[in-house]
């Protein structure tokens, strides 16, 4: 079936960047929205952006200014940017995306096995 993998964190000095991505794959028909989310420890899981598929893009206010969401839609790939990081920013960042497995089906939610990130002096 479906499956998301997320790759590129790990751990970054305040200010530093990152770069996040999640590629899909499998039985798929076409994806639509596609989405990253992080959840820190002892707090709820939170939106940090999301893209349509035509590129609309939406941000959580803490991160807007300082971290880019993109897509490929060639490769089945959803990126983020992240700059300018802080401690604030350090939780397991989750790839999230609207599919559809064939042309006779609706689209289904999914997630990825979500990655660390780490921002630490």
């Known amino acids: 079936q479906v499956q998301l993998v997320e790759s590129g964190g790990g751990l970054v000095q305040p200010g530093g960047s990152l770069r996040l991505s999640c590629a899909a794959s499998?039985?798929?028909?076409?994806?639509?929205?596609m989405g990253w989310y992080r959840q820190a420890p002892g707090k709820q899981r939170e939106l940090v952006a999301d893209?349509?598929?035509?590129?609309?893009?939406n941000y959580a206010d803490s991160v807007k200014g300082r971290f880019t969401i993109s897509r490929d839609n060639a490769k089945n790939t959803v990126y983020l940017q992240m700059n300018s990081l802080k401690p604030e920013d350090t939780a397991v960042y989750y790839c999230?995306?609207?599919?559809?497995?064939?042309?006779?089906?609706?689209?289904?939610?999914?997630w990825g096995q979500g990655t660390q990130v780490t921002v630490s002096s």
């Open positions: 499998g039985s798929i028909f076409s994806i639509y929205a």
């Open positions: 893209i349509t598929s035509r590129g609309r893009t």
């Open positions: 999230n995306a609207d599919i559809r497995i064939s042309s006779r089906t609706g689209s289904s939610n999914y």
